[in-house]
């Protein structure tokens, strides 16, 4: 069993519902959850998650319900969420997984620290289209042809490592988002996005962002 | 491996960490949680670079949450006594299952 297996047996262990959890293979885990069906969930110590990588997870786990990055800081392509997505496979994080077992929504279940974020962009009426180019980037075009690339960032109190973090993994961003509702960017981290040429924002002012096109 | 063996293997591993100072936060302390969560303040740069490189490899096999911050931030937010946050040398000191006392002066 590879270490990240036995850390997300641990942890899915305590979950509410889970009666059994077994390994299957070198790389997933069998999850036995009461009252809903079976889960193959494989657990990935991929720093980075292509669609190449996820294709290769699937060939070798046909049956997989789940594609779980343990590591938080796993990055997931683009490419590799739509190969997911259209073979029905739920994709994210352990907690991610842990938040669904218990539902019996894990094949449709997506990365629970953007998917709300990505849905409020794709609802949001001053949108015309939209790439998701990672799982915390995306490049919108309004409708009044302005293009924002925007980066994602969940921390509850962005830093000034943060902004530059986002800009040394992706690029350059238009606007770095603080998607935690109660976050609170720092002053360094507001300088930082100044310095880098991008604002640092919270929702109320990304909305009047996009709204003003 | 408990929170005071993922310290001791920090300390021993990243030669940098010397140059700034790190924590411990969150369920981590209490063996519980999917990761450990690690808070580390100092200055930007390249004395960060080398130590994000270090800390890289010394994840490899190990769930690491790092968060970096300026020592402006650290000061200007109270990070590290509103989390309770724990320096790894603390940490590093205590014997397994002990419980470990917040260091909220550092």
Known sequence: ?213 | MSAAEVARHLIKTCGSLGEFQSYMFGSSLFGIGSDYDILIVGPSGEPLSRLKAEIRIAAEELPLDVLYMLPSEAEKTGFVANEGCVTLSQMADCDQGEPVANDQGD
């Open chain 1, 1 to 213: 069993m590879t270490w990240q297996v036995k850390f997300a047996r641990s942890n899915v262990t305590g979950v509410a519902g889970v009666t059994s959890v077994e390994p299957e293979g070198n790389e997933a885990l069998r999850i036995t959850v009461q009252d809903q069906p079976d889960v193959l969930a494989v657990i990935s110590p991929a720093h980075r998650m292509n669609a190449a990588a996820a294709a290769r997870y699937h060939d070798q786990y046909p049956t997989m319900d789940f594609l779980c990055g343990y590591r938080t800081s796993c990055i997931w392509e683009g490419d590799a969420i739509r190969y997911l997505e259209e073979n029905k496979i739920g994709w994210g994080t352990i907690g991610t997984l842990n938040s669904v077992l218990p539902k019996g929504s894990v094949n449709s279940a997506a990365h629970k620290d953007f998917v709300f974020s990505d849905r409020l962009l794709r609802q949001t009426r001053s949108v015309a289209n939209i790439v998701r180019e990672f799982d915390q980037v995306h490049t919108v075009t309004l409708v009044s042809g302005r293009t924002l690339r925007i980066g994602m960032i969940m921390q509850y109190e962005p830093t000034a490592d943060s902004v530059r973090s986002l800009w040394d993994q992706f690029g350059a961003v238009d606007i770095a988002w603080n998607i935690n509702p109660n976050g609170r960017p720092t002053q360094d981290a507001i300088e930082a996005g100044r310095e880098l040429g991008c604002e640092v924002v919270q929702w109320d002012d990304l909305k009047a962002i996009m709204k003003k096109g």
